[in-house]
T-cell receptor, first 115, second 113 residues
């Protein structure tokens, strides 16, 4: 089975802190994604990557950056955390050169609270 | 740009009743369509997907969905609801190209005993 692992399930950070959310997948997938999930808003795409050292902005990239130095790892970075970034963050991966028709596999999610 | 509309943020059914969760999409080309389920405090799990071929798609846990191009719909159904079906359900769409999935806002399904 495909496994997407998010290293931290629950985090509490202070405003202004730099926050790293780590995601690792074990199926040699080319494509990786970070989504944010908020009640009533569904999942919104923050950033995605189709290859090592490649990144593309999603719908809501402001306040975030990403890093993909190795194929299996995709990190989300909050340079200076703010309270409006309190949310559930979901990492996902999928094989192939594009997501079309391919199942996207999700991690369990990281609940981030910024105080 | 693609978009997905899920009608009803919350649907409540009795145990044993029909489950119908509605999803409409907008896309300029025939899309790929997905339904995902999320149980409390978990990530999303694929229920079923439509890519090509038969428009009636069967998924896990007794769910199925039908792609209706003329109605731009991909509604999710299950003949008889079970308590374990209580969860949040997301419809998603992608174009046949190198584009990420676009998700609807989700529908929370409650099952009443």
């Amino acid at each position: 089975d495909v496994k997407v692992t998010q290293s931290s399930r629950y985090l509490v950070k202070r405003t202004g802190e730099k926050v790293f959310l780590e995601c690792v997948q074990d199926m040699d997938h080319e494509n990786m994604f970070w989504y944010r999930q908020d009640p009533g808003l569904g999942l919104r795409l923050i950033y995605f990557s189709y290859d090592v050292k490649m990144k593309e902005k999603g719908d809501i990239p402001e306040g975030y950056s990403v890093s993909r130095e190795k194929k299996e790892r995709f990190s989300l970075i909050l340079e200076s955390a703010s309270t409006n970034q309190t949310s559930m963050y979901l990492c996902a991966s999928t094989p192939g050169g594009g997501p079309s028709g391919n199942t996207i596999y999700f991690g369990e999610g990281s609940w981030l609270t910024v105080v | 740009a693609q978009s997905v509309t899920q009608l009803g943020s919350h649907v409540s059914v009795s145990e044993g009743a029909l489950v119908l969760l509605r999803c409409n999409y907008s896309s300029s080309v025939p899309p790929y369509l997905f339904w995902y389920v999320q149980y409390p405090n978990q990530g999303l799990q694929l229920l079923l997907k439509y890519t090509t071929g038969a428009t009636l798609v069967k998924g896990i846990n007794g769910f199925e969905a039908e792609f209706k191009k003329s109605e731009t719909s991909f509604h999710l159904t299950k003949p008889s609801a079970h308590m374990s079906d209580a969860a949040e359900y997301f419809c998603a769409v992608s174009d046949p190209g190198n584009t990420p999935l676009v998700f609807g806002k989700g529908t929370r399904l409650s099952v009443i005993a």
